[in-house]
């Protein structure tokens, strides 16, 4: 298990983290998302030692992390750290023995993860004769080459097309399979709801959420998605909340409202064109818990997910 405890970091006058305490079991998957400079990337540097907290620790099964953790990490920065004209069986087979795999073994595996990621007609390639997506494929080869006892990425999932995005999930649950603690970040929270365990949720270097996906999306209160011609004021009476979205209305049931009751109240005064059950997305969660406080303002070009077109996630 790898657990970070109490981490907290500051640059100068700013405070990038903030009492982080985060947990990736054994043969799990946990999604770590925020905006930009949220402090995830911060955090996994101070996981590999490459940064040093102010306070608090990270240890891998119990233990203090130590050098001979770090040589068993696997580690995908979002920058690339490849080298741009050293041909690619050569060079991941370089990065093995760097980790201490012995030079014969580290050929092999070279090459298996070549063929694995699909590139192994490309052996004898420069990097910089491969395309971007290709390039992360390497990237990622490189920091599984040495066959890691933990896996830390950050933003494995930038820049792929779909193909390449599902060889990358079906990798990753595979080594989950054979009980690596992965922690990635992303800002495809889609594909975080899809493929992860669990989800951290950063924001101004908190954790504001965290919990399996069922947990964080899972809602108790009886919520319907709700289409009808008839007027709000017939049905109101029935729910605690009421939620407009483009594709119908949420409907939150009060506690002593029965489904039927709803149902009679649309149907006496006008059509009803659909009703099921609703539970919120990761990105309906995410919104919720991320989301700018009230009268904060918003920098150019923010995407739903609370990241930006235009700045890179500096120190986080």
């Known amino acids: ?8 970091k500051s640059y100068g006058q700013r405070r990038v983290l903030e009492d982080v305490s985060l947990e990736v079991r054994r043969g799990e998957l946990l999604g770590y998302v925020g905006g930009n400079g949220a402090g995830k990337t911060t955090s996994m540097r101070i ?12 240890t891998v099964d119990g233990e203090g992390v130590t050098a001979a953790h770090r040589a068993r990490m696997g580690y995908m920065p979002e920058e690339r750290g490849l080298y741009d004209t050293m041909r690619l069986h050569q060079q991941l087979a370089y990065f093995a023995e760097l980790h201490g795999v012995d030079r014969r073994t580290a050929a092999r595996s070279a090459d298996y993860w070549l063929d694995r990621l699909g590139l192994h007609e490309r052996r004898d390639n420069r990097l910089e004769d491969l395309s971007l997506g290709n390039q992360q494929r390497v990237q990622l080869a490189a920091a599984l080459v040495h066959a890691p006892d933990v896996l830390v990425l950050d933003e494995p999932f930038s820049g792929l097309d779909p193909l390449a995005v599902d060889v990358m999930a079906e990798v990753l649950r595979d080594e989950a399979g054979r009980g690596v603690p992965v922690v990635f970040s992303s800002h495809q929270l889609d594909l975080v709801e899809r493929l992860c365990d669990r989800v951290c949720v950063l924001k101004d270097g908190r954790v504001v959420a965290a919990g399996t996906v069922a947990e964080l999306t899972g809602d108790e209160r009886q919520q319907h998605l709700l289409r009808t011609t008839a007027p709000e004021s017939a049905w109101a009476y029935l729910a605690t909340d009421i939620d407009h979205r483009t594709d119908g209305t949420v409907v939150t049931l009060a506690p002593t409202a029965r489904l039927d009751d709803l149902v009679d109240a649309v149907r006496a005064a006008g059509e009803l064109h659909e009703l099921r059950p ?3 997305s990761l990105t309906d969660v995410y919104r919720d818990v991320a989301a700018p406080a009230a009268g904060a303002a918003t920098p150019t070009g923010t995407s739903p997910t609370g990241t930006t077109s235009t700045e890179k996630e500096q120190a986080a």
């Open 278 to 280: 609703w539970r919120p």
């Open 47 to 58: 996981v590999l030692g490459v940064t040093e907290p102010d306070s608090g620790s990270v």
């Open 1 to 8: 298990m790898l657990r970070l405890s109490g981490i907290t």
